[in-house]
């Protein structure tokens, strides 16, 4: 219906799967049965226990995360071309494009940054998983920022 609702809150424990699958199986029970989309930012354990609880959703990782951690490992002279090279690949129109501007990103950089890039492409798929939907919502599930922002 548009809004967001917080539906439960869980303070501390482990970051296991085994905790969060505790913790996605009682929202199930409670009646959290159809969810299409789930939108993390890598936490250990996070993703499994989702994909358990509800297979038939879709899962997007956090592409701001995922920007931010690379550019900790990239070097201070290069963060500001490589920052504005992966923008290619998560603006861009559809995810034909976006693979397309993945594949420069990895032309250009994957000898000097071979791991950051590496990471890029074992991860692709989750990281793009948001091109699959209209371009007006994009923007919201791309990232779990405004999840954060709400508590």
């Given at each position: 219906?548009?809004?967001?609702?917080?539906?439960?809150?869980?303070?501390?424990?482990?970051?296991?799967?085994?905790?969060?699958?505790?913790?996605?199986?009682?929202?199930?029970?409670?009646?959290?049965?159809e969810?299409?989309?789930?939108?993390?930012?890598?936490?250990?354990?996070?993703?499994?226990?989702?994909?358990?609880?509800?297979?038939?959703?879709?899962?997007?990782?956090?592409?701001?995360?995922?920007?931010?951690?690379?550019?900790?490992?990239v070097?201070?002279?290069?963060?500001?071309?490589?920052?504005?090279?992966?923008?290619?690949?998560?603006?861009?129109?559809?995810?034909?494009?976006?693979?397309?501007?993945?594949?420069?990103?990895?032309?250009?950089?994957?000898?000097?940054?071979?791991?950051?890039?590496?990471?890029?492409?074992?991860?692709?798929?989750?990281?793009?998983?948001?091109?699959?939907?209209?371009s007006?919502?994009?923007?919201?599930?791309?990232?779990?920022?405004?999840?954060?922002?709400?508590?």
């Amino acid at each position: 219906e548009g809004y967001r609702e917080i539906l439960d809150f869980f303070v501390g424990g482990q970051e296991s799967a085994y905790g969060w699958r505790e913790i996605l199986q009682q929202l199930y029970q409670r009646g959290v049965k159809e969810v299409l989309l789930g939108v993390f930012d890598g936490l250990p354990g996070l993703e499994e226990a989702f994909r358990t609880v509800y297979p038939k959703a879709d899962v997007q990782r956090c592409v701001v995360h995922k920007v931010r951690n690379t550019l900790s490992r990239v070097r201070k002279k290069d963060q500001f071309e490589v920052a504005e090279d992966l923008k290619l690949i998560y603006r861009a129109p559809n995810k034909e494009m976006a693979l397309q501007m993945f594949q420069q990103f990895e032309s250009k950089w994957s000898s000097k940054y071979p791991r950051e890039v590496q990471s890029w492409a074992n991860e692709l798929d989750v990281l793009l998983t948001f091109m699959d939907d209209p371009s007006s919502i994009r923007s919201v599930i791309y990232t779990t920022n405004a999840i954060e922002r709400t508590i």
